[in-house]
């Protein structure tokens, strides 16, 4: 049992038909979805399940942790019976957000050279830790991340294959997440001259797209950690 991830290959797609294939874990897995599972840092999406005149609230979206491959629909109130078929809305808001925060997050990558050793991409915020005990310039990285706006690069997704991975081992900023195996290739997002890594997440199609950020707090976590936490105008 599966679900086909319609929002890999398009972030802009905010509606689909969809069918419900089992109930469990307290909510739906559907056979396809709009919805990003909550994973790599970045918050699940919420939105609406609308069958008919029924209406319900997804709260929340994860991967199954009973059916590898599929996603489960977390909805409030009495579930959605298998078998009907129903139209996915996302929270288009939220979803705009979380896309611009976690474009933002990529545009540090190329800011900041050091690994990445956490992150955290919600509505309202987002934060990574980078591996390195060097001192953070807030103003100068403000002035980065607005000049990388302002210059409006282009985003793309595309896939790489996994033995191209292999060859460009540097590719991968997170010490703890790797990019998953066994498909034979790697999603990959490319900010046209300025960074390229393997992401699932959700993006904007053009850096101008994110708009005003803010670098709101810069913190030494740890002897070898320094956390950057970015807020939006």
Not at 188 to 201: F, S, T
């Amino acid at each position: 049992m599966t679900t086909e991830e319609l929002f890999r290959d398009d972030a802009n797609l905010l509606r689909c038909e969809a069918r419900v294939l089992a109930q469990g874990e307290g909510g739906v897995i559907l056979d396809r979805t709009v919805c990003y599972p909550l994973g790599g840092g970045q918050a699940g999406d919420s939105g609406w399940l609308v069958a008919d005149t029924q209406r319900w609230r997804i709260s929340d979206t994860r991967k199954s942790k009973e059916q590898p491959g599929a996603i489960v629909h977390l909805v409030e109130g009495e579930l959605p019976a298998v078998g009907t078929a129903l139209r996915v809305e996302v929270d288009a808001d939220r979803r705009q957000a979380l896309r611009r925060f976690h474009t933002a997050t990529h545009l540090l990558c190329a800011l900041l050279p050091y690994p990445v050793d956490g992150c955290s991409i919600t509505e309202t915020s987002a934060r990574l830790d980078f591996h390195t005990d060097q001192g953070f310039d807030k103003a100068a990285i403000q002035a980065g991340l607005a000049r990388l706006v302002a210059e409006a690069h282009a985003v793309r997704m595309r896939w790489i294959s996994e033995a191209e991975l292999d060859a460009n081992p540097g590719l991968v900023r997170s010490m703890s997440v790797q990019p998953p195996r066994g498909l034979g290739r790697v999603r990959v997002i490319d900010i046209e001259g300025v960074d390229l890594q393997p992401c699932g997440g959700t993006h904007v199609d053009n850096t101008a797209d994110i708009g005003t950020v803010v670098v709101s707090k810069i913190e030494k976590k740890s002897a070898m950690t320094r956390r950057v936490v970015l807020g939006l105008a």
